[in-house]
């Protein structure tokens, strides 16, 4: 008996006579060939028994290349590794894992050199709040916000009246001063956009002059629930 394996076109092993087979073997692949050759000396045990199993595919998952140490990554790999943190707890963590706490003691703790006009003015124990000052930057850069949009021109409807005449919907609005892309102009642009339905009052004008029709009915306008920056094309 000869088991060979395809995938390869190696042998697995030959035996002969009463040679005893070896306990198993592994194929490379989902196929093996086997040659089976008998004499006439056993006729009344003829062929051969194989027990085979499928093997559960092992998937290796593809190596992430570790980023160096805080210390030495270039300005802009650590300007955008930090910039994706989302308050100065996180910064201090990711540049000194050991010993974020006493950075944070020290990072407001007043020193020998003058202290800025921020400091003395706003009279704060602690300096300036930087996750709050974050915050605004992400509240007020690309962000869904309130828009008040016509009705006739948002659903192209300039056959009827609606009251109100406008509606206030959120899309995606502000500046992307800090985008993470290296690009030279990026744009705010919707992320995940949902349909909502307005309860509104339509009015609309008769056949042969008979005056105007009045009916509620709901009118679907487009909200933007998140948005991004990318890249701007060219």
């Known amino acids: 008996v000869e088991i060979e394996d395809p995938t390869e076109k190696t042998l697995l092993g030959r035996w002969c006579g009463s040679q005893p087979g070896a306990e198993s073997h592994k ?4 196929q093996i060939i086997i040659r089976f050759i008998s004499d006439e000396y056993f006729p009344s045990e003829p062929g051969f028994c194989i027990h085979y199993s ?7 998952e593809p190596e992430v290349p570790a980023l160096p140490p805080p210390s030495l990554q270039g300005v802009e ?8 943190l989302s308050t100065v707890e996180e910064v201090m963590k990711y ?9 944070m003691e020290e990072l407001y703790k007043p ?3 003058v202290l800025g006009k921020s400091f003395i003015l706003n009279k704060k124990a602690r300096g300036a709040d930087l996750n709050l ?5 992400r509240l007020y850069s690309c962000t869904p916000r309130n828009y008040s949009v016509s009705l006739r021109e948002e659903l ?6 609606f009251w109100p005449s406008c509606l206030l919907v959120k899309r995606c609005g502000g500046n992307c001063a800090c985008c993470s892309h290296h690009c030279y102009d990026c744009q705010c642009v919707p992320a995940r956009v949902a349909k909502k339905y307005h309860e509104v009052l339509l009015l609309k004008h008769r056949g042969g002059g008979r005056g105007l029709l009045k009916s509620m009915t709901d009118v679907p306008l487009e909200h933007h629930e998140e948005c991004s920056c990318v890249c701007k094309d060219d």
């Open 54 to 60: 499928p093997l559960p595919v092992s998937i290796s």
């Open 156 to 161: 192209k409807r300039t056959d009827v009246i």
């Open 95 to 103: 540049l000194e894992p050991e010993r974020w706490q006493l950075d």
């Open 27 to 30: 194929s490379k692949g989902n």
């Open 133 to 137: 000052l974050r915050e605004e930057v």
């Open 77 to 84: 790999e650590l300007s955008e590794a930090v910039a994706g």
């Open 111 to 113: 020193t020998w050199q």
